[in-house]
């Protein structure tokens, strides 16, 4: 499986990771069957993940030890038996490379809504997770005839930009990510097409908060406690008598050109 950025630093690198974080824990030991690759049309090469992308993939659970940026080249777009590209140029530079891995490429938002229309009545053929999921991108292929392609596929790039701009891309690639490989986890596809919630797709010790948590203590910033009413996060309660929270200014650091 291969996931394909620009930088091959921020988007793909945490989708990469993240993705290995899920299937180790719904699979164990299984999951070492399923090679998970990434690479970037425009990469960094050998450069580590963006600080920023770091610290929000540790707050949901992956690990950012370790990994390199790669440039994409064509023999990783024909060996890869799903690419999930993170925006719709990036798929096709995909297709530019590997013209005949049409059937096997698409950008993870496009994914993850071909998961959500499909209706099969059988499960999914093959007793292995490798195999469901072979036969899951075949179902995907068979499904993009009936979904037309927009601009709201696109995971923007998170570079340049404060950390919470990772800490939202990083969102939007769980909560995409998620119905992509929990139907191949399941004995078959889902049955009906009213949507899951994300959030209950995710393992019980990932979080979106832990995360946020991280992103706040990294800049010396009140860790969020809770959302109010009004769906924003609020601040955690202070002791009576205790100091006001004071807000440290965010150090600059050396940002790369790419993401």
């Known amino acids: 499986m291969l996931f394909v950025c620009t930088g091959n630093i921020c988007r793909s690198a945490m989708a990469e990771r ?21 690479a970037g049309t425009q990469a960094v090469v050998g450069s580590a993940m963006h600080p920023d992308s770091s610290l929000v993939l540790a707050g949901f659970g992956g690990d950012p030890s370790g990994f390199t940026a790669r440039q994409l080249v064509d023999d990783m777009a024909i060996d890869a038996d799903l690419t999930l590209a993170l925006t719709r140029n990036h798929r096709r530079a995909v297709l530019k490379a590997a013209p005949r891995a049409l059937s096997r490429t698409f950008t993870l938002r496009e994914a993850a809504d071909l998961a959500g229309l499909l209706k099969e009545d059988g499960e999914l053929p093959g007793g292995t997770f490798a195999a469901r999921c072979r036969a899951l991108v075949g179902a995907l292929a068979a499904a993009r005839s009936g979904r037309s392609s927009s601009a709201a596929e696109d995971i923007a790039d998170p570079i340049g930009g404060p950390v919470e701009v990772h800490q939202q891309v990083g969102e939007e690639i769980a909560a995409a990510w ?7 986890c399941d004995s078959g596809l889902r049955q009906s097409r009213a949507p899951r919630s994300p959030a209950a797709l995710l393992p019980a010790h990932w979080c979106p908060e832990l995360s946020r948590r991280a992103v706040s203590w990294r800049w010396g910033r009140p860790p969020p406690a809770r959302r109010d009413g009004s769906g924003r996060w609020g601040t955690a309660p202070r002791p009576a008598g205790e100091a006001r929270w004071r807000w440290s200014r965010r150090r600059p650091h050396a940002r790369p050109s790419a993401g």
Do not use: F, H, N
């Open 18 to 38: 993240l993705a290995r974080a899920y299937l180790d824990d719904a699979l164990g030991d299984d999951a070492a069957a399923i090679v998970l690759r990434s």
């Open 178 to 184: 998620c119905p992509c490989w929990t139907e191949s």
